[in-house]
């Protein structure tokens, strides 16, 4: 028997061949929102110990918190959030066993995106 010749090639899609894809990216900005999330969460319990500790302390944290940064990252995670809760009702819905073909899964992946940003909207125009 000849001997076989390996052949060469990646194991797995490069970086800089791979097309992402709608469902690559929802899966990416669903870990990227979970763990981003966090830092609001900090800053929001930043704020209330600090208004817990002394007045000159929440001066501080307010300040920061009220500041254009503090408004940027608390509006982002507005986003964070609606993203990531649409997201996981896409997942429950995948769970059940429906949206599965791919047609679906990017209608669904776009769907999450484009609802959480509209949601967004509307939340930061209520607050």
Known sequence: MAPQKPVERPLSPHIQIYRPQITSI???LTRITGNAMIVAVAM??????AASTSEAYFATANAFVTSWFGNLVLSLSVLGIW???????RHLYFDAGHG???EMAEKLGIACIAGSVVLTIITLLIV
């Open 26 to 28: 929802t899966s990416i």
């Open 44 to 49: 929001i319990v930043w704020w209330l110990l």
């Open 83 to 89: 993203f990531h809760y649409l997201a996981g009702l």
């Open 100 to 102: 599965l073909d791919i």
